[in-house]
């Protein structure tokens, strides 16, 4: 699996990461935008989420959900001039309730970017930390929740590495993967990195890595068992042109995928934030790509091959899927549209897949606001939990969402 941080706020970490100032984003309203019909017979709807007390932003770009509705939503909150720290929240029943994770000492940037439950006792959430926000230097963060609290973990590499998606298919078992980082779909230099965790400790495995002029990152990853994963991610070849491509990793050797990319032009991003699977045989990646305006990219793997899904055509300006969840035949994914194409300000936006093609549904949006959904989290086929922002006038609150 994996998410990302909404478009957005994504700049916001981007520009602190760099020793910018947080530009505060004017008012917007979520545009009208054409409907769709109902997920699996009915539409989304906003279920109440708390925000961090005394933030300026609360965001949500991660979410693990169990068999018995307990969920767990990670993502950040803006607080003071140039800190962002990580922000965790548990759902049990219909509630959801903060559960503070530590900030790492010595730093002003910390935030998470996805999170994977394996038990109500045992889900992990990964991230990176900054110094400064003037300090080029990134690491890693990695935090486990014990059923009671969080407290972090190992590793502690420094460097250029950042984590942006974990998958835990057991207690005993986690991979955690990135590199780069990438931000706002833009690959900044470095290497995939991936870590495994055995029950005891965490282990740095040998990457591969796909030399490119502006570097390549792992960005999502999903394991139906132990050693048993997929993984996607994005290498970058010059200015304005990058790549999507996928690994197979059964615990000793790295297997290429060629992904297909969406680029009729000399010159495009592509990007894939998200990765499913039902089996081994069938996974699904989500994101998006950009000849001018964003446009929703996902892609079907058989178990030989990707293919290019035609998903639906939410909006010929700006479109694109930040998270995905399948369920056996069936896969959920979530993300946000636009009528501009800066993408701001944007609307909900959820697509199902039936096994066959790809049905956008109705989802809510809070009125007067710019809204995203950012990942998902199914159970079943038709039990979904989605998270995102909510924002206006430069501030923004959490967004969750549930189908049916």
């Known amino acids: 699996m994996g998410g990302r941080l909404p478009k957005r706020w994504a700049g916001l970490v981007c520009a602190a990461a760099i020793g910018l100032a947080v530009v505060p984003l004017p008012a917007a309203a979520a545009p009208a ?34 068999s018995g509705g307990t969920c767990m939503a990670v993502g950040s909150y803006v607080k003071g001039a140039n800190g962002q720290f990580p922000l965790a929240m ?25 999170v994977s439950c394996a038990t109500p006792r045992f889900c992990v ?23 009671t609290s969080w407290a972090r973990q190992g590793p502690v590499a420094v460097g250029s590495d950042a984590l ?20 706002d779909g833009i690959v900044e230099g470095g290497k995939p990195l991936a870590y495994v965790w055995n029950g005891k400790i965490w282990a740095k495995l040998a990457a591969p890595h796909l030399p490119a002029p502006n570097g390549s990152s792992f960005t999502g990853v999903d394991c139906v068992a132990v050693n048993t994963c997929e993984i996607v991610g994005v290498v970058g070849y010059g200015e304005g042109d990058q790549k999507v491509f996928g690994y197979a990793f059964d615990g000793k050797t790295w297997t290429y995928q060629k992904e297909r990319n969406r680029s009729f032009l000399r010159f495009a991003f592509n990007i894939e934030s998200s990765v499913s699977c039902s089996g081994i045989s069938a996974c699904t990646a989500v994101g998006f790509w950009q000849p001018a305006g964003r446009e929703e990219l996902a892609e079907r793997w058989d178990g030989t091959s990707w293919t290019l899904q035609k998903s639906v055509p939410a909006n010929p300006v700006s479109a694109s899927l930040g998270g995905v969840s399948c369920a056996a035949a069936s896969c959920t994914a979530v993300g946000g549209i636009s009528s501009q194409v800066s993408g701001n300000p944007s609307a909900t936006l959820a697509l199902t897949w039936n096994g066959t093609a790809w049905r956008r549904a109705v989802t809510a949006n809070r009125p007067g606001r710019s809204n995203e959904l950012s990942a998902v989290s199914c ?20 967004l969750v969402e549930v189908s049916p």
């Open 164 to 183: 942006l998606a974990v998958s835990c298919p057991l207690p005993s078992y986690c991979l955690a993967v990135g590199g780069g980082p990438v931000e």
């Open 125 to 147: 959430a990964v991230g990176f930390t900054r110094a400064t926000p003037s300090t080029p230097a990134t690491g890693v963060l990695v935090e486990r929740w014990n059923g």
């Open 33 to 66: 935008l054409p409907g769709g019909t109902g997920a699996n017979g009915g539409a989304w709807t906003i279920q109440a989420s708390p925000n961090q007390p005394g933030a300026s932003a609360s965001v949500l770009g991660g979410v693990s959900c169990l």
């Open 90 to 114: 548990r759902r049990t029943g219909a509630t959801w309730s903060i559960t503070p994770a530590p900030r790492p000492s010595g730093v002003r940037i910390s935030l998470f970017r996805g």
């Open 379 to 398: 159970t079943t086929l038709a039990t979904c939990v989605a998270v995102g922002d909510s924002a206006k006038g430069g501030t923004a609150t959490t």
